[in-house]
């Protein structure tokens, strides 16, 4: 399917970077951008408010730089907009991200029109998440350009849906920009996402594990130690969303992770850990199903290197 405008040309590789709370920072979005990647981040990340616009600022001065002294054009960037009630700050993000002209808009649990009229008013582009088909059909009322299925597997916030239902359902009325999310963590699941009948591939889990992520040096050596997709708990305990978590992480806490309480949805919270002391995601670390093939913590352009490397090969082997 054809990619929006401002991603034509502009990839190295047909993946975007999922935006990442807390971890998700200017240095990690520079970094993945300038590898050739879409790069994102929450728009709540920036604390306070005020540092919404530097951050955008920072980013567009510092890959306008890298493209004149290269002559190499990078990856466009997102922001991630949380669209739920408990989010207090979304009028003033969405004023700073289209007096910026934010190239890419993600929105997460609701499209709502305000921001997609707002993006498209500049000529950016809306990305949205979506877990289940009566989800995908709302966003594209609202006049999406992209939906982002996030599946079974996929780290934080996700859906149960295997992504080979979800994909087939979505193609049956949606013709436009599918980025898949759920344990991708090597090239060749970015091939096979576009096999499914994605465009991109959105990946969160592999890249907290670099050296430009702000994530502390625990979280990332639990991601290499994680052994497999056992080592990840689903739960909504912590926000009020069901989302997947290190187990590890969990037991360190207090908690035991096989008798998890369920939390009040309406009561739900980024910031704090629902019915709980901890806090996600700052105690409590969001982490996809991917995680066993997490094996160290390289800088991400190394991590870039490789997944196309292995995307490359795997489309070497389907041609033999």
Known sequence: MPLPKVLEGRLRL????????IVSGPELVIAQCKAGIVG???ALNARPADQLEQWIVRIKTELAQFEKETGRRPAPFAVNQICHSSNDR?????????RQEVPIIITSLRAPKEVVDSTHSYGGVVLHDIINIRHAKKAIEEGVDGLIPVCAGAGGHAGVISPFALVAELRTFWKGTIALSGSIANGRSVLAAQALGADLAYMGT???????????????????????????VYTNLFTGVHGNYLRSSVAASGLDPDNLPQSDKSKMNFGSGGNTKQKAWRDIWGAGQGVGQIADAPSVEELVSRLEAEYRE?????AA
């Open 90 to 98: 979304l009028a003033h993000d969405n004023e700073v991200c289209a």
């Open 40 to 42: 994102s981040f929450p």
């Open 14 to 21: 047909p993946v975007i970077g999922s935006p990442l709370f």
């Open 314 to 318: 795997a489309k070497r082997a389907l």
């Open 206 to 232: 592999r890249f907290i594990a670099t050296k430009e992520a702000n994530a502390p040096a625990v979280y990332k050596e639990a991601l290499v130690e994680a052994a497999s997709g056992g080592d990840i």
